[in-house]
Protein backbone atom coordinates (compact mmCIF):
# COMPACT_ATOMS: atom_id res chain seq x y z
CA UNK A 1 0.00 0.00 0.00
CA UNK A 2 1.62 3.18 -0.85
CA UNK A 3 1.42 5.78 1.64
CA UNK A 4 2.49 9.38 1.51
CA UNK A 5 3.20 11.96 4.45
CA UNK A 6 4.04 15.42 4.54
CA UNK A 7 5.81 16.89 7.39
CA UNK A 8 7.73 20.14 8.29
CA UNK A 9 4.45 23.15 7.69
CA UNK A 10 3.83 25.65 10.47
CA UNK A 11 3.47 29.17 10.97
CA UNK A 12 6.44 31.77 9.79
CA UNK A 13 6.74 35.42 8.91
CA UNK A 14 7.00 36.78 5.14
CA UNK A 15 10.57 36.05 4.30
CA UNK A 16 11.36 33.08 6.17
CA UNK A 17 12.19 29.94 5.05
CA UNK A 18 10.93 26.18 5.78
CA UNK A 19 11.56 22.34 4.13
CA UNK A 20 8.69 20.12 3.80
CA UNK A 21 9.32 16.42 3.69
CA UNK A 22 7.39 13.65 2.02
CA UNK A 23 8.00 10.34 3.38
CA UNK A 24 7.13 7.76 1.22
CA UNK A 25 6.37 3.93 1.80
CA UNK A 26 4.82 1.27 -0.48
CA UNK A 27 6.30 2.88 -3.63
CA UNK A 28 9.13 2.12 -6.21
CA UNK A 29 10.08 5.55 -7.62
CA UNK A 30 10.94 4.46 -11.28
CA UNK A 31 9.33 5.65 -14.08
CA UNK A 32 7.30 7.66 -11.59
CA UNK A 33 6.97 11.31 -11.05
CA UNK A 34 6.54 12.77 -7.35
CA UNK A 35 4.93 16.45 -7.05
CA UNK A 36 3.74 18.92 -4.21
CA UNK A 37 0.37 20.86 -4.54
CA UNK A 38 -1.09 22.89 -2.30
CA UNK A 39 -4.79 24.33 -1.99
CA UNK A 40 -6.46 27.19 0.00
CA UNK A 41 -10.33 27.23 1.26
CA UNK A 42 -13.16 27.08 -1.48
CA UNK A 43 -9.84 27.06 -4.24
CA UNK A 44 -9.11 24.40 -6.63
CA UNK A 45 -5.74 22.21 -5.83
CA UNK A 46 -2.88 24.28 -7.44
CA UNK A 47 0.42 22.99 -8.51
CA UNK A 48 4.01 24.01 -6.76
CA UNK A 49 6.55 21.80 -8.23
CA UNK A 50 7.19 18.40 -9.76
CA UNK A 51 10.53 16.22 -9.78
CA UNK A 52 10.94 13.09 -12.24
CA UNK A 53 12.68 10.62 -10.11
CA UNK A 54 14.54 8.90 -13.04
CA UNK A 55 16.23 12.16 -13.96
CA UNK A 56 15.83 14.58 -11.24
CA UNK A 57 14.89 16.93 -14.00
CA UNK A 58 12.09 19.36 -11.99
CA UNK A 59 9.34 21.64 -12.64
CA UNK A 60 7.75 24.98 -11.29
CA UNK A 61 4.97 26.66 -11.15
CA UNK A 62 5.47 30.30 -11.84
CA UNK A 63 4.20 31.78 -8.57
CA UNK A 64 7.39 29.92 -6.87
CA UNK A 65 10.12 29.91 -9.35
CA UNK A 66 13.34 30.92 -8.06
CA UNK A 67 12.06 30.58 -4.61
CA UNK A 68 10.90 27.03 -4.04
CA UNK A 69 13.13 24.02 -4.72
CA UNK A 70 12.10 20.40 -5.18
CA UNK A 71 14.63 17.85 -4.43
CA UNK A 72 14.88 13.86 -3.45
CA UNK A 73 16.74 11.57 -1.56
CA UNK A 74 16.59 8.47 -3.49
CA UNK A 75 18.44 6.06 0.19
CA UNK A 76 15.60 7.13 2.14
CA UNK A 77 12.64 7.49 -0.64
CA UNK A 78 12.41 11.18 0.75
CA UNK A 79 11.06 13.94 -1.15
CA UNK A 80 11.57 17.86 -0.47
CA UNK A 81 10.11 21.11 -1.07
CA UNK A 82 12.31 23.96 -0.10
CA UNK A 83 10.37 27.78 0.25
CA UNK A 84 12.75 30.45 0.59
CA UNK A 85 11.28 33.98 0.65
CA UNK A 86 7.53 32.78 1.77
CA UNK A 87 5.27 35.26 1.10
CA UNK A 88 1.78 35.65 2.71
CA UNK A 89 0.16 34.29 -0.68
CA UNK A 90 1.93 31.25 0.21
CA UNK A 91 -0.18 30.44 3.02
CA UNK A 92 -2.02 27.12 1.93
CA UNK A 93 -1.81 23.39 2.76
CA UNK A 94 0.36 21.58 0.84
CA UNK A 95 0.30 17.95 -0.32
CA UNK A 96 3.04 15.52 -1.44
CA UNK A 97 1.68 13.16 -4.63
CA UNK A 98 3.03 10.33 -6.80
CA UNK A 99 2.06 9.55 -10.03
CA UNK A 100 1.09 6.04 -11.06
CA UNK A 101 3.85 6.22 -13.83
CA UNK A 102 5.11 8.10 -16.28
CA UNK A 103 3.54 11.34 -16.91
CA UNK A 104 3.41 14.01 -19.81
CA UNK A 105 1.58 16.85 -18.12
CA UNK A 106 3.20 17.13 -14.61
CA UNK A 107 0.74 20.23 -13.39
CA UNK A 108 -2.55 18.47 -13.69
CA UNK A 109 -3.80 16.87 -10.05
CA UNK A 110 -5.13 14.35 -12.11
CA UNK A 111 -2.14 12.51 -13.38
CA UNK A 112 -1.39 11.63 -9.89
CA UNK A 113 -2.73 8.72 -8.28
CA UNK A 114 -1.56 8.90 -4.43
CA UNK A 115 -1.62 11.63 -2.18
CA UNK A 116 -0.61 12.05 1.74
CA UNK A 117 -3.12 14.22 3.97
CA UNK A 118 -1.20 17.88 3.11
CA UNK A 119 0.77 20.07 6.37
CA UNK A 120 -0.47 23.67 6.75
CA UNK A 121 1.89 26.44 6.08
CA UNK A 122 1.07 29.87 6.97
CA UNK A 123 3.08 32.68 6.27
CA UNK A 124 2.20 36.16 8.14
CA UNK A 125 3.03 39.64 7.07
Known amino acids: QVQLRESGGGLVQAGDSLRLSCTTS????????MGWFRQTPGKEREFVAA????????YYAEAVKGRFTISRLAARNMVYLQMDSLKPEDTAVYYC??????????????????WGQGTQVTVSS
Open 97 to 114: AASAGIITTTQSPDNYSA
Open 26 to 33: GLTFRRRT
Open 51 to 58: IIWDFGSS
